[in-house]
């Protein structure tokens, strides 16, 4: 079993844009599997003794994105991969101001180097349809927002 912390995953959205914020990271695991590995993702964390998941969402949303959310909307939580791993997620909807959004992002502590883009809504899930985006988190947030799109904008 690998013993991994609990991890955060968010979709940022802006309801009056109808617009997706998205990140690319280098992932080491694709390099072999697929002709890019940079993986278009969400604003993720792993999720520190003692933080409530809703912290580590708006702290690694300012760190990845340079974004602040008004609110977040619980989509749900999952095990990603339970016949290796008790890594449990927490994904969420964060709703956003995309005005201005995107850039080079990241903590230079972290060695991260994190490219920002701002998506419309259905480019991001003609990306899901066309393969460009690849990664569980992603797929599982996008659909969701696909089935409760009017009611988050609402």
Avoid at 34 to 58: C, F, R, S, T, Y
Avoid at 60 to 85: N, R, V
Wanted: glycine share 8%; with cysteine; net charge negative.
């Amino acid at each position: 079993l690998f013993v991994r912390h609990d991890a955060v995953c968010v979709l940022p959205y802006d309801p009056q844009r109808d617009e997706v914020v998205l990140i690319e990271q280098f992932r080491v695991g694709a390099m072999d599997k697929i002709a890019n590995p940079w993986l278009v993702e969400l604003v993720a964390g792993l999720i520190d003794k003692d933080e409530q998941p809703e912290e580590v969402a708006h702290r690694e949303a300012q760190e990845e994105a340079g974004l602040a959310f008004a609110a977040l909307w619980p989509m749900t939580k999952y095990f990603p991969s339970p016949g290796g791993s008790d890594e449990f997620v927490h994904l969420y909807l964060g709703r956003c101001d995309s005005t201005g959004a995107g850039g080079l992002h990241g903590l230079v502590e972290e060695a991260e180097d994190i490219r920002v883009k701002v998506w419309s809504f259905e480019d991001a899930l003609q990306a899901v349809r066309d393969g460009q985006i690849c990664n569980a988190p992603s797929i599982i947030a996008l659909q969701w927002l696909a089935l409760n799109r009017e009611e988050v904008r609402g």
